[in-house]
């Protein structure tokens, strides 16, 4: 198996030559504005777990991801400055899956989290004799440690709307019967989205049931790390020091807090 793949591995290396038989341009598309994403994906891209494999490679065509440009489990092999084929599989599966992945404005930025579009496949002939047909990603964009990438934000040119997370009622703090109340104060940066987002939250006060303090100040804020509001959603006002006191209520009768 192994001797097979080298010898797959150099037919890929060679068609990837210019002038034998592979066009560089062939599954490239134009330069996406990162406005357009959204519509050109026809939605908001999905989220590859794992590993970067398909069982259908005409079945992601036209289809977004969110991806690591790597190989997890396997290995990659360079097919030009501007394509990697991508080779992977779960652990303990024999099942082994080939993707090659091009990006059209320049060297593959291998290693980095990017949205991926899906294209035509590209096919090739093993040295075998037998007729490869392999899964083809496009970069639209790479995306860097800034920025807030979630649905709604506006990033990828998709309508802006605040994103309400829920509180949750600590489990330990249910079954003992705990209840209380937690404000925090959190520092609220909006950035070049239209949503506020909390960058860092601190307690300011604690009344209730001592023994659930720490987890209910700690749901309290993960609720507030987790939330991003337009102006008109702000569950509380901020102030001219950029920060904002939310108070999160536990209380039992009502089985779920408000």
């Known amino acids: ?5 080298r010898r797959l591995l150099l037919v890929i290396a060679a068609l990837a030559v210019p002038g034998v038989g592979w066009c560089e341009d062939a599954h490239r598309t134009k330069e996406v504005p990162e406005k357009n994403i959204y519509s050109i994906c026809h939605g908001y891209p999905s989220e590859l777990q794992g590993i970067i494999g398909f069982d259908d490679p005409y079945d992601i065509k036209g289809k977004c ?53 899906g294209t035509e496949p590209t096919n090739y002939t093993s040295t075998s004799g037998q007729m490869i047909i392999s899964p083809t990603l496009s970069v639209l964009r790479y995306i ?4 807030l990438l979630f649905p709604g934000s506006g990033a990828l040119g998709e309508p802006v709307h605040s994103i309400h997370t829920s509180i949750e009622y600590p489990p330990d703090a249910l079954e003992n019967n ?29 009344d209730g049931d001592k023994e659930a303090k720490e987890i209910f100040s700690r749901s309290c ?31 039992l009768q009502d089985d779920e807090e408000k």
């Open 1 to 5: 198996m192994e001797a097979d793949l």
């Open 65 to 117: 991801f969110f991806a690591r440009i790597s190989s997890r489990f396997g290995q990659k092999q360079w097919l030009s400055n501007n394509s990697v084929l991508i080779i992977d599989a779960m652990p303990g599966s024999m099942q082994e899956y080939t993707t090659v992945i091009n990006d059209e404005t320049g060297h593959i930025k291998y290693n980095s989290s990017a949205i991926l579009i």
């Open 144 to 147: 860097g440690p800034d920025g």
């Open 178 to 206: 705990w209840s209380g109340k937690v404000t925090t104060s959190c520092l609220m940066e909006r950035g070049k989205s239209l949503l506020w987002h909390a960058t860092g939250c601190s307690i300011v006060s604690f």
């Open 221 to 251: 804020i993960d609720y507030n790390m987790r939330s991003a509001w337009l102006d008109k959603d702000l569950p509380a006002p901020i102030g001219a020091d950029k920060k904002m006191q939310y108070t999160c209520r536990f209380i």
